[in-house]
């Protein structure tokens, strides 16, 4: 019987689970690191499982409907997996994105026919992010109110808000890891951006084994914007603070009742660590993927989880980093 997809929406998911047994024997530790190649999506990222999940979930609702256009802010990964999924349902596409993400992200956009605004080109973005000395939350909440509500005709997903973004975890990335490990998972490690990934899946290994851990990871102090360093040497895209940050700071779809522990990595680390990965184990992953797998590796260092098995999302490739430092000795 033959096995021919019609859409790229059918292909999203199922990801596999790869030990990382070089990366293991090189750091010499106690513990089984298993990483979740969200890569393998068909556009190349965990944001590819959110995107249909989003755009489904508004088609459902009536939100969107044929001729709308769909609109989102990102740091790339999210507004790569939309254009591509809109492309796919016949919706244009624009997104506004932050302006130090890798050129990569605005070629692969442009190549799915979406359109991309940098943040600070959009007056109302740019003054808001200026007046509250970059709260995100606040620009996302004035680019709705004072510009895309004069629009008619689109359907304004906002990722940081859509509950349809840790559901949709819950609903495959947990069960994958579930199924995929006999139910023998111990730890779930994973960056946190909006907090989707984390919560959704979270929850549901916490559901299945309420004794799995899962821990969060989030820039190091030096990786971020600080008074005196307003632009740090190097930042982990897409990976956001939630910890010693104010509540306004934190999109809701994070949920802060999953994570057991969250551990602070730096970006040289980060890149240190995906550049291990591919020496190791020949698998590409990003600056994001290297921080989880920084924070896995000083759990499995830990003489109490010796033996243990600790998964960690890998949300893209390392494909979309070329253009920045990260694979650069």
């Not at 080109?121 to 970059?134: N, R, S, Y």
């Not at 004035?142 to 509500?149: I, R």
């Amino acid at each position: 019987m033959s096995n021919i997809h019609k859409s790229i929406t059918e292909l999203v998911g199922r990801t596999p689970l790869l030990e990382l047994t070089g990366y293991e024997k090189h750091h010499d530790l106690g513990a089984t690191i298993i990483g979740k190649l969200e890569y393998f999506n068909p556009n190349q990222s965990v944001k590819d499982r959110i995107a249909l999940s989003m755009i489904e979930d508004a088609e459902k609702s009536g939100r969107l409907k044929p001729g709308d256009t769909v609109v989102e802010t990102t740091s790339g990964n999210t507004g790569i997996g939309l254009a591509a999924i809109a492309a796919a349902k016949g919706y244009p596409f624009r997104v506004y994105i932050q302006d130090q993400v890798s050129q990569e992200r605005f070629q692969v956009i442009h190549a799915f026919g979406g359109t991309t605004i940098k943040l600070g080109d959009e007056p109302v973005i740019a003054k808001t992010l200026q007046d509250t000395g970059g709260d995100f939350i606040a620009a996302i909440k004035a680019l709705k109110e004072d510009v895309l509500s004069k629009e008619d005709h689109i359907c304004f997903v906002d990722q940081c808000s859509n509950p349809a973004n840790p559901a949709v975890h819950k609903r495959t990335t947990g069960p994958e890891i579930w199924e995929d490990t006999d139910g023998e998972v111990d730890i779930l490690v994973a960056c946190v951006g909006t907090g989707g990934t984390v919560s959704g899946t979270g929850a549901y290994l916490k559901e299945k084994n309420p004794n799995v851990k899962v821990v969060a990871v989030q820039p190091g102090p030096n990786s971020l914007p600080s008074p005196k360093k307003p632009v740090p040497d190097e930042e982990i895209t897409g990976v956001h603070p939630f910890e010693g940050v104010p509540e306004n700071l934190i999109p809701s779809t994070l949920d802060r009742n999953i994570y057991d522990e969250w551990i602070a990595v730096e970006a040289l680390d980060a890149f240190e660590a995906a550049r291990e990965a591919a020496l190791k184990d020949g698998i590409l992953i990003g600056a994001s993927s290297g921080a989880a797998l920084f924070a896995a590796k000083q759990l499995a260092e830990r003489p109490e989880n010796k033996g243990k098995k600790i998964v960690v999302i890998f949300p893209d490739t390392g494909l979309r980093y070329l253009s920045t430092n990260l694979f650069k000795a």
